[in-house]
């Protein structure tokens, strides 16, 4: 097991590489949702349709969860430095090609590079908690990346779409690739690499057998995916028509009540992260917050006459709840060997990411089959029936993670930590 910097100084330094590390992952949040206020602009400035432009948003997804396994191995390997410093240049670079771009093959090449460089952000925040900061802290630290790259969410919907009315979405997007030039330099100088002694004993295939062969990384996986994907398949996608269609909402109300689950993200992740490592268990609070999200979403899509402020207290409710997913890194990462920690992580996240990818489809899939044949201005219109058909599979999911939580080991303290200290 590494140690930890003992100095102020170092201590210092720590943290602010860790801070420049979240930060990035900020910046990767806030360019996962950046296109949900340029719809209208990308449409009209490729002439295509909603599926073409999905499908041009979703490159994004397609990169980053394609990546994070050999990006947890590679971590393990070289370190955080280098590769988050490329990753960060790597958005720069397709930032500036989807800013340019005058055709949708061009444009979707542009978000399959920012997915590609964006996903080396959460792993490689992880990674440099886990040589550089305690690791009595870890669940802390961790919960607070996740609360900032929630900002980064909330930074890109309202502030973003400001920016997009007022100077266009090109210079918007070519602002976002100033932006990660800056990540560029400051990843390359605030982070610096330490090896793990212990990655040296396993090769890369017997690395990934280990954990992959571990029931305990896919039961963290599992309760990872049912956490993640209410706020990817809801909140990112079918919250807003379903706020619109069934509760009559315009849609600037609609879009500010759903960025309170990312709220909820920002408040719950440190605090039940820090609440875990206080109790040095993770086994409550991972059941516990997963029994909140599930009871909370329930309530919000099927009690009937709840007022606008009670709607949007479940949905934050149900953000705090669901923020206890940074546990299944931290379990995952407990239940495996030390020197495997980032392609633990990589493992994790891909289950993580893949929930919005999976969902999304299903429930439009779920939707159609339900759709009883009406039309608003000339599109599908779904009832307040089909939506509910649909929207079961949400709160289910949270269940299915309450009891990969109560099936999985108590991990704390790891046997490997406490011989360190």
Not at 18 to 31: E, K, M, V
Not at 115 to 137: C, D, K, N
Not at 238 to 260: C, E, F, I, K
Not at 288 to 306: E, Q
Request: glycine fraction near 12%.
């Amino acid at each position: 097991m590494t140690s930890t910097p003992t100095s102020s100084a170092g201590r210092g330094r720590a943290l602010a590489a860790w801070l420049i590390a979240a930060l990035f992952f900020f910046y990767a949040f806030l360019q996962r949702v950046s296109p949900s206020v340029m719809v209208e602009e990308l449409m009209r400035d490729f002439a295509v349709g909603a599926a073409v432009l999905g499908h041009l948003s979703a490159f994004y997804f397609y990169a980053y969860a394609g990546l994070q396994i050999p990006i947890g191995v590679l971590l393990d390997r070289l370190g955080p430095r280098r590769l988050t410093t490329a990753a960060a240049a790597l958005c720069a670079v397709g930032s500036l090609i989807f800013a340019i771009a005058d055709s949708v093959a061009l444009a979707s090449l542009g978000r399959f590079l920012i997915g590609a460089g964006a996903a080396f952000s959460w792993i490689g925040a992880l990674t440099v908690i886990t040589q550089w900061l305690p690791p009595q802290r870890f669940a802390l630290m961790g919960g607070l990346t996740q609360a900032i790259g929630m900002l980064g969410a909330i930074f890109g919907q309202a502030p973003l779409a400001l920016a997009v009315g007022s100077v266009g979405w090109r210079l918007s997007v070519m602002a976002l690739a100033g932006l990660a030039v800056a990540f560029t330099l400051a990843l390359w100088l605030a982070i610096r690499d330490r090896p793990h002694k212990a990655t040296a004993s396993f090769g890369i295939g017997e690395g990934l057998r280990r954990v992959a062969g571990n029931p305990q990384t896919w039961l963290a996986a599992l309760f990872g995916m049912t956490m993640t994907g209410p706020m990817l398949a809801f909140a990112g996608l079918w919250g807003v028509p379903w706020l619109t269609t069934v509760h009559g909402m315009d849609r600037a109300s609609a879009a500010a009540t759903l960025s309170l689950m990312f709220v909820g993200w920002a408040i719950g992740a440190p605090l039940l992260g820090g609440l875990s490592d206080r109790w040095r268990r993770r086994k409550p609070v991972m059941a516990g917050g997963s029994l909140l999200a599930g009871l909370a979403l329930a309530a919000l899509l099927y009690l009937p006459g709840l007022s606008p402020a009670a709607m949007a207290a479940l949905i934050a409710a149900h953000g705090f709840g669901a923020s206890c997913m940074v546990l299944a890194f931290v379990s995952a990462r407990e239940h495996n060997p030390d020197g495997l920690s980032s392609s633990t992580y990589g493992v994790i996240n891909t289950a993580v990411i893949a929930s919005g990818a999976l969902l999304q489809p299903l429930l439009g899939l779920l939707l159609d089959l339900n759709w009883d044949g009406s039309l608003a201005a000339g599109t599908r219109a779904y009832s307040e029936a089909a939506y509910g058909l649909a929207f079961a599979v949400l709160p289910v999911g949270c269940m299915v993670g309450t009891l990969a939580a109560l099936l999985a080991r108590e991990s704390y303290p790891h046997p490997l930590i406490e011989k360190a200290r």
